[in-house]
T-cell receptor, first 108, second 115 residues
Framework: RKEVEQDPGPFNVPEGATVAFNCTYS??????FFWYRQDCRKEPKLLMS???SGNEDGRFTAQLNRASQYISLLIRDSKLSDSATYLC?????????FGKGTRLSVIA | ETGVTQSPTHLIKTRGQQVTLRCSSQ?????VSWYQQALGQGPQFIFQ???????GRGNFPPRFSGLQFPNYSSELNVNALELDDSARYLC??????????????FGPGTRLTVL
Protein backbone atom coordinates (compact mmCIF):
# COMPACT_ATOMS: atom_id res chain seq x y z
CA ARG A 1 0.00 0.00 0.00
CA LYS A 2 1.36 3.42 -0.94
CA GLU A 3 1.90 5.90 1.88
CA VAL A 4 -0.23 8.55 0.17
CA GLU A 5 -3.19 7.52 -1.97
CA GLN A 6 -5.21 9.85 -4.17
CA ASP A 7 -8.27 9.60 -6.41
CA PRO A 8 -6.99 8.06 -9.64
CA GLY A 9 -8.59 10.60 -11.96
CA PRO A 10 -8.56 12.14 -14.44
CA PHE A 11 -11.35 14.57 -13.66
CA ASN A 12 -12.92 16.34 -16.65
CA VAL A 13 -15.28 19.10 -15.52
CA PRO A 14 -16.98 22.08 -17.18
CA GLU A 15 -16.05 25.62 -16.28
CA GLY A 16 -17.82 26.76 -13.14
CA ALA A 17 -18.10 23.29 -11.65
CA THR A 18 -17.10 22.36 -8.13
CA VAL A 19 -14.59 19.54 -7.90
CA ALA A 20 -13.30 17.66 -4.86
CA PHE A 21 -10.09 15.70 -4.52
CA ASN A 22 -9.59 13.10 -1.81
CA CYS A 23 -6.41 11.74 -0.32
CA THR A 24 -5.55 9.31 2.45
CA TYR A 25 -2.21 8.73 4.15
CA SER A 26 -1.04 5.70 6.05
CA UNK A 27 1.61 7.02 8.44
CA UNK A 28 0.00 8.48 11.56
CA UNK A 29 3.34 10.14 12.41
CA UNK A 30 2.92 12.53 9.47
CA UNK A 31 3.25 16.09 10.69
CA UNK A 32 2.49 18.49 7.87
CA PHE A 33 0.14 18.33 4.93
CA PHE A 34 0.01 20.15 1.64
CA TRP A 35 -1.56 20.34 -1.77
CA TYR A 36 0.82 21.02 -4.63
CA ARG A 37 -0.13 21.88 -8.18
CA GLN A 38 1.89 20.68 -11.15
CA ASP A 39 1.37 21.89 -14.70
CA CYS A 40 2.40 19.69 -17.60
CA ARG A 41 6.20 19.41 -17.85
CA LYS A 42 6.66 21.89 -15.02
CA GLU A 43 7.79 21.61 -11.41
CA PRO A 44 5.36 21.14 -8.51
CA LYS A 45 4.33 24.37 -6.80
CA LEU A 46 2.83 24.74 -3.36
CA LEU A 47 -0.88 25.45 -3.63
CA MET A 48 -1.71 25.49 0.05
CA SER A 49 -0.92 23.97 3.40
CA UNK A 50 -3.64 21.96 5.10
CA UNK A 51 -4.62 22.38 8.74
CA UNK A 52 -6.95 20.44 11.01
CA SER A 53 -9.12 23.50 11.40
CA GLY A 54 -9.56 23.67 7.63
CA ASN A 55 -8.35 26.54 5.54
CA GLU A 56 -9.57 28.48 2.57
CA ASP A 57 -7.78 30.50 -0.09
CA GLY A 58 -10.24 32.10 -2.50
CA ARG A 59 -11.94 29.33 -4.43
CA PHE A 60 -9.83 26.62 -2.78
CA THR A 61 -10.68 24.91 0.50
CA ALA A 62 -8.53 22.26 2.15
CA GLN A 63 -9.49 20.00 5.03
CA LEU A 64 -7.55 17.56 7.20
CA ASN A 65 -9.00 14.82 9.36
CA ARG A 66 -6.18 13.36 11.45
CA ALA A 67 -8.36 10.66 13.00
CA SER A 68 -9.30 9.31 9.57
CA GLN A 69 -5.94 10.23 8.03
CA TYR A 70 -7.82 11.94 5.25
CA ILE A 71 -7.11 15.14 3.33
CA SER A 72 -9.35 16.90 0.84
CA LEU A 73 -9.22 19.79 -1.60
CA LEU A 74 -12.31 21.53 -2.91
CA ILE A 75 -12.19 23.85 -5.90
CA ARG A 76 -15.25 25.99 -6.48
CA ASP A 77 -16.19 27.78 -9.72
CA SER A 78 -13.51 25.97 -11.74
CA LYS A 79 -11.54 28.00 -14.28
CA LEU A 80 -9.75 26.79 -17.40
CA SER A 81 -6.52 27.82 -15.69
CA ASP A 82 -7.15 25.30 -12.91
CA SER A 83 -6.31 22.48 -15.34
CA ALA A 84 -3.29 20.74 -13.83
CA THR A 85 -2.29 17.75 -11.73
CA TYR A 86 -2.98 18.12 -8.01
CA LEU A 87 -0.57 16.36 -5.70
CA CYS A 88 -1.39 15.45 -2.11
CA UNK A 89 1.73 15.70 0.03
CA UNK A 90 2.56 14.74 3.61
CA UNK A 91 5.71 15.48 5.54
CA UNK A 92 7.40 13.84 8.48
CA UNK A 93 10.85 15.05 9.39
CA UNK A 94 12.95 15.09 6.24
CA UNK A 95 11.18 14.21 3.01
CA UNK A 96 7.99 15.24 1.36
CA UNK A 97 5.93 12.17 0.47
CA PHE A 98 3.85 12.71 -2.65
CA GLY A 99 0.76 10.97 -3.89
CA LYS A 100 0.56 10.00 -7.52
CA GLY A 101 -1.50 13.08 -8.32
CA THR A 102 -4.94 13.60 -9.77
CA ARG A 103 -5.23 15.27 -13.13
CA LEU A 104 -7.91 17.90 -13.60
CA SER A 105 -9.07 19.16 -16.98
CA VAL A 106 -11.51 22.06 -16.94
CA ILE A 107 -13.40 22.27 -20.21
CA ALA A 108 -14.99 25.37 -21.72
CA GLU B 1 9.85 31.83 -10.22
CA THR B 2 11.33 29.99 -7.26
CA GLY B 3 14.94 31.03 -7.86
CA VAL B 4 16.01 27.38 -7.98
CA THR B 5 17.77 26.49 -11.22
CA GLN B 6 18.76 23.13 -12.64
CA SER B 7 20.96 22.03 -15.51
CA PRO B 8 20.81 20.58 -18.02
CA THR B 9 17.15 20.82 -19.04
CA HIS B 10 17.19 17.59 -21.00
CA LEU B 11 19.70 14.78 -21.25
CA ILE B 12 19.93 11.53 -23.20
CA LYS B 13 22.24 8.76 -22.02
CA THR B 14 22.68 5.07 -22.71
CA ARG B 15 22.55 2.18 -20.28
CA GLY B 16 25.66 1.82 -18.16
CA GLN B 17 26.73 5.44 -18.49
CA GLN B 18 27.07 7.90 -15.64
CA VAL B 19 25.30 11.25 -15.32
CA THR B 20 25.68 14.37 -13.18
CA LEU B 21 22.78 16.76 -12.67
CA ARG B 22 23.19 20.18 -11.10
CA CYS B 23 21.09 22.43 -8.94
CA SER B 24 21.54 25.96 -7.68
CA SER B 25 19.49 26.75 -4.61
CA GLN B 26 17.69 29.95 -3.92
CA UNK B 27 19.83 32.42 -1.98
CA UNK B 28 19.62 31.82 1.79
CA UNK B 29 18.50 28.19 1.40
CA UNK B 30 20.89 25.74 3.08
CA UNK B 31 18.97 22.52 2.54
CA VAL B 32 18.48 20.80 -0.79
CA SER B 33 16.44 17.70 -1.61
CA TRP B 34 16.41 15.62 -4.76
CA TYR B 35 13.37 13.80 -6.12
CA GLN B 36 12.78 11.43 -9.03
CA GLN B 37 9.50 11.77 -10.90
CA ALA B 38 8.66 9.03 -13.37
CA LEU B 39 6.00 9.68 -15.99
CA GLY B 40 2.53 9.70 -14.47
CA GLN B 41 3.83 9.39 -10.91
CA GLY B 42 4.39 11.75 -8.03
CA PRO B 43 7.94 12.75 -7.10
CA GLN B 44 9.87 10.23 -4.99
CA PHE B 45 12.43 11.37 -2.43
CA ILE B 46 16.02 10.39 -3.24
CA PHE B 47 18.02 12.22 -0.56
CA GLN B 48 18.53 15.52 1.21
CA UNK B 49 21.65 17.53 1.97
CA UNK B 50 22.06 20.01 4.80
CA UNK B 51 25.28 21.97 5.22
CA UNK B 52 27.13 19.67 2.81
CA UNK B 53 26.15 16.42 4.55
CA UNK B 54 23.54 13.84 3.60
CA UNK B 55 20.61 14.29 5.94
CA GLY B 56 18.16 11.58 4.95
CA ARG B 57 17.80 9.13 2.12
CA GLY B 58 14.91 7.44 0.36
CA ASN B 59 14.73 3.96 -1.09
CA PHE B 60 17.31 4.40 -3.82
CA PRO B 61 20.43 2.26 -4.43
CA PRO B 62 23.97 3.52 -3.68
CA ARG B 63 24.60 4.26 -7.34
CA PHE B 64 22.55 7.40 -6.67
CA SER B 65 24.87 9.79 -4.84
CA GLY B 66 25.07 13.48 -4.22
CA LEU B 67 27.11 16.43 -3.14
CA GLN B 68 26.36 19.82 -1.67
CA PHE B 69 28.89 22.61 -1.97
CA PRO B 70 29.71 25.49 0.42
CA ASN B 71 27.55 27.82 -1.67
CA TYR B 72 24.69 25.30 -1.14
CA SER B 73 24.53 24.30 -4.80
CA SER B 74 24.21 20.58 -5.30
CA GLU B 75 24.85 17.67 -7.66
CA LEU B 76 23.08 14.38 -8.17
CA ASN B 77 25.23 11.61 -9.65
CA VAL B 78 23.84 8.39 -11.03
CA ASN B 79 26.21 5.57 -12.01
CA ALA B 80 25.53 2.54 -14.17
CA LEU B 81 22.36 4.01 -15.64
CA GLU B 82 19.39 1.71 -16.16
CA LEU B 83 16.39 2.15 -18.44
CA ASP B 84 14.16 2.67 -15.37
CA ASP B 85 16.22 5.72 -14.40
CA SER B 86 14.45 7.62 -17.19
CA ALA B 87 12.51 10.31 -15.34
CA ARG B 88 12.43 13.97 -14.41
CA TYR B 89 14.82 14.78 -11.57
CA LEU B 90 13.71 17.62 -9.36
CA CYS B 91 15.76 19.60 -6.93
CA UNK B 92 14.06 21.48 -4.08
CA UNK B 93 15.57 23.91 -1.63
CA UNK B 94 14.37 24.90 1.81
CA UNK B 95 15.04 28.17 3.58
CA UNK B 96 17.29 28.20 6.62
CA UNK B 97 14.41 29.98 8.30
CA UNK B 98 11.06 31.10 7.06
CA UNK B 99 7.37 31.29 7.67
CA UNK B 100 6.92 27.61 6.95
CA UNK B 101 9.94 25.52 7.84
CA UNK B 102 8.86 22.63 5.68
CA UNK B 103 8.16 24.61 2.53
CA UNK B 104 10.27 23.43 -0.35
CA UNK B 105 10.85 25.38 -3.56
CA PHE B 106 11.31 23.26 -6.64
CA GLY B 107 13.49 23.85 -9.65
CA PRO B 108 12.18 23.12 -13.17
CA GLY B 109 13.83 19.70 -13.23
CA THR B 110 16.08 17.79 -15.61
CA ARG B 111 14.47 15.35 -17.99
CA LEU B 112 16.73 12.27 -18.27
CA THR B 113 16.18 9.65 -20.96
CA VAL B 114 18.16 6.42 -20.80
CA LEU B 115 18.28 4.41 -24.03
Amino acid sequence: RKEVEQDPGPFNVPEGATVAFNCTYSNSASQSFFWYRQDCRKEPKLLMSVYSSGNEDGRFTAQLNRASQYISLLIRDSKLSDSATYLCVVNRNTPLVFGKGTRLSVIA
Amino acid sequence: ETGVTQSPTHLIKTRGQQVTLRCSSQSGHNTVSWYQQALGQGPQFIFQYYREEENGRGNFPPRFSGLQFPNYSSELNVNALELDDSARYLCASTPASGRTHNEQFFGPGTRLTVL
